[in-house]
Structures are given as structure tokens and as C-alpha cells.
Nanobody, 127 residues
Framework: VQLQASGGGLGQAGGSLRFSCVAS????????VTWFRQAPGKEREFVAA??????????HYATSVKGRFTVSRDNSENLVYLQMSSLRPEDTAIYYC???????????????????WGRGTLVTVSS
């Protein structure tokens, strides 16, 4: 199983960025896929999740990004996207995608709930 994140890079405050995570080696639609991030000097935190097909594909966001970020998935392409808008300098972090099965709502933000992780992609937002 492999998760590969791409995109990200440098953005400006108030601007937008989009990146994606492509998965291979798993039944993609059966997995909840979630974005976490880790800012310099901070612990990794939950950003956004899109649940599996059997769980309705519902989307969930951290309070800090709600209304600014949009997570979506394309099960036919094994892709999950994170569209980031109204960027803030505090969005600067390494962003990770993770996949897991059978994750209940209350566990979406728990790193230990996820089976597979991609390498992070760095996002830097300048003011």
C-alpha cells in the first residue's frame, strides 16, 4: 500500500493552494482518507477527513480550517484532494494524508486509527 501526496508548496496569505493524495494497493473506496498537518514545533493535528463510501463519503473538518478548506475524493482515480483557500501563515506545515478502515466519527482525529500514511508535503504560507 502506498499513499503519495503531491502539490502544496508556497502560497500567500489570502491565496489558495490545492494538493492531492493518490493511493495504490488498497480498495480505495473502502477507506476513510484524512489530512493531518504538523507545524514547526507543534504536534501533528487533524485537518480534514472524507469517509469511505460505505460511511456515506461525509466530510469533516477541524474548526481552524472549516469554511476555508475543502476535502474531496475521486474513488475512480484513487485520489483525495485538499483545496485550501483564504490561506493564513499559521497554515504553514507539513501535510500528511492517511487512510484507515472502519474509523468511527469519534476517532477521525486520532492518528492511531489510521493504517497507512503518506510522506508529508510542505506548505509554506507567507504573510
Amino acid at each position: 500500500v502506498q499513499l503519495q501526496a503531491s502539490g502544496g508548496g508556497l502560497g500567500q496569505a489570502g491565496g489558495s493552494l490545492r494538493f492531492s493524495c493518490v493511493a495504490s494497493g488498497l480498495t480505495f473506496s473502502a477507506y476513510t482518507v484524512t489530512w493531518f498537518r504538523q507545524a514547526p514545533g507543534k504536534e501533528r493535528e487533524f485537518v480534514a477527513a472524507v469517509r469511505s463510501r460505505s460511511s456515506g463519503g461525509t466530510r469533516h473538518y477541524a474548526t481552524s480550517v472549516k469554511g476555508r478548506f475543502t476535502v474531496s475524493r475521486d474513488n475512480s482515480e484513487n485520489l483525495v484532494y485538499l483545496q485550501m483557500s483564504s490561506l493564513r501563515p499559521e497554515d504553514t506545515a507539513i501535510y500528511y494524508c492517511a487512510a484507515g478502515r472502519g474509523i468511527v466519527l469519534s476517532s477521525l482525529s486520532m492518528e492511531r486509527a489510521y493504517d497507512y500514511w503518506g510522506r508529508g508535503t510542505l506548505v509554506t504560507v507567507s504573510s
